[in-house]
């Protein structure tokens, strides 16, 4: 408790650029995990693109055990089952129609449900295939607009610095997925795009105050750009650590505590996208964008010469609590 109240009360500067090695390392591995994960498992595409059948019904007395080996008994195979609040939604592969009247009669014998009450939804593998088109169309024309805002928000090393951030974010996200055998949805794309949006907001904040801060260095500084960069960081940690913890709370109440104790199987997929996401999104605009941007900006002349100048001098150590303030108000 401690260490928390002194890092809201922002008595605590952490060396968020001089940890590069740290974090690139890390990120390093969690790419590695989730490129393995997505060409080992793949994604879990749900009926939406891939195409199948859909049944809905009924039995609070069931489980997952008997509503599965009902399904697998009819000759169903890898029948996808998730609850539905009292209800259950089976995902199977593209049925024929007898096939569909069998396991419809199955189930309604089973479970003691009238067959009128046993839905059955099926979607072609070219509606599904349009769908997934339509999800890649869009995704790209989300990742172009935001190519573009960076570009004007942003000098060009910062706009890649953000880029790479958000690649980042999407790619470890998409491996959990791969990792945890959930279906991809049209609710996860959804999810996907608003993680995004997220990591967007949070790195420009970020930027914001390390453009203001920095544009101030000149010749004469006494900080390095490293050293600006990582007190302008430190000024809005506080912000995104509040901004992430109250907007993952209630997602972690929908994944966690929905889809375990009320059934609510159907969210699962769309929160555990924002869950994960944002936890990835604070992440990498602290630890990987900032860190990369530094890389990046420390190879230009200008800042090469004052920090050799300052190495000469004895000045270019770590940033203190009285430089962090020095940084924001002189640069």
């Known amino acids: 408790m401690g260490l928390a109240r002194r890092l809201y009360r922002g008595e605590i500067d952490v060396d968020f650029v001089g940890k590069w090695r740290l974090w690139y390392s890390l990120s390093g591995f969690l790419l590695i995990v989730s490129l393995a994960g997505l060409l080992i498992n793949g994604l879990n595409l749900g009926v939406e693109f891939k195409g199948g059948s859909v049944f809905s019904f009924k039995a609070p007395s069931a489980s997952i055990e008997q509503v599965r080996e009902v399904f697998q008994e009819e000759g169903v195979h890898?029948?996808?089952?998730?609850?539905?609040?009292?209800?259950?939604?089976?995902?199977?592969?593209?049925?024929?129609?007898?096939?569909?009247?069998?396991?419809?009669?199955?189930?309604?014998?089973?479970?003691?449900?009238?067959?009128?009450?046993?839905?059955?939804?099926?979607?072609?593998?070219?509606?599904?295939?349009?769908?997934?088109?339509?999800?890649?169309?869009?995704?790209?024309?989300?990742?172009?607009?935001?190519?573009?805002?960076?570009?004007?928000?942003?000098?060009?090393?910062?706009?890649?610095?953000?880029?790479?951030?958000?690649?980042?974010?999407?790619?470890?996200?998409?491996?959990?997925?791969?990792?945890?055998?959930f279906e991809v949805t049209p609710a996860t794309l959804l999810g996907f795009l608003t993680i995004l949006g997220y990591s967007l907001y949070d790195a420009v904040v970020v930027f914001d105050m390390i453009k203001e801060v920095t544009a101030k260095l000149g010749h004469t500084s006494k900080q390095t750009y490293s050293m600006a960069a990582n007190n302008a960081l430190n000024h809005t940690l506080i912000r995104s650590l509040n901004t992430s913890l109250v907007a993952i709370l209630p997602v972690a109440a929908i994944l966690f505590i929905g889809t375990t104790l009320l059934g609510a199987g159907t969210l699962k997929d769309l929160s555990l996208a924002l869950f994960v996401g944002m936890i990835v999104g604070t992440y990498s605009s602290l630890c990987v964008a900032t860190p990369l941007l530094v890389t990046l900006k420390e190879r230009e002349p200008k800042y090469q010469a004052i920090a050799k100048r300052l190495a000469s001098t004895g000045g270019g150590g770590k940033g203190s609590k009285g430089s962090k303030s020095a940084a924001v108000a002189n640069g």
């Open 78 to 181: 890898q029948p996808i089952v998730q609850t539905a609040g009292e209800g259950w939604r089976v995902t199977t592969e593209t049925l024929q129609e007898s096939t569909l009247t069998q396991v419809q009669t199955a189930v309604s014998k089973d479970f003691n449900v009238p067959a009128s009450e046993v839905s059955v939804e099926s979607i072609g593998a070219s509606w599904g295939g349009e769908v997934s088109q339509k999800a890649w169309i869009g995704l790209g024309v989300f990742m172009l607009a935001i190519i573009l805002y960076l570009s004007m928000a942003f000098e060009p090393k910062m706009a890649l610095a953000a880029i790479v951030a958000l690649i980042h974010d999407l790619v470890i996200t998409a491996g959990i997925y791969a990792w945890s055998g």
